[in-house]
């Protein structure tokens, strides 16, 4: 059972920056391809962008390219998501994942984190 928990969200205004971590812990974390979805309120959860398991693909949700970066550290058992040049849209739960690839929906999602809040201000 693999267990991941998310850091980093918080308040920031529109063109700011913000990290997310995601720590994986209770299984081997290089063997799952890693993703972050979001679910603003009233929304179903969407996917935002994955990593295969040595890190060297990648894939971003049209709304997010050039402007999120995903990356992955398997010596630390952590995935990263880098948000830069924030809008208020991308306000949301976002939610760290681990499961198989190519992880472009839900639908290969193994692991769940239980999510941390991104609150963009205009």
Sequence with gaps: Q???VESGG???QAGGSLRLSCAASGGTFSIYT??????SPGKEREFVARINRTGDNSAYAESVKGRFTI???NAKNTAYLQMNSLRPEDTAVY?????GFPMS???HVAYWGRGTQVTVSS
């Design 2 to 4: 693999v267990q991941l």
């Design 10 to 12: 918080g308040l920031v």
């Design 34 to 39: 890693m993703g972050w979805f979001r679910q």
């Design 71 to 73: 990356s992955r550290d």
């Design 95 to 99: 939610y760290c994942a681990a499961g």
């Design 105 to 107: 929906t839900s639908r």
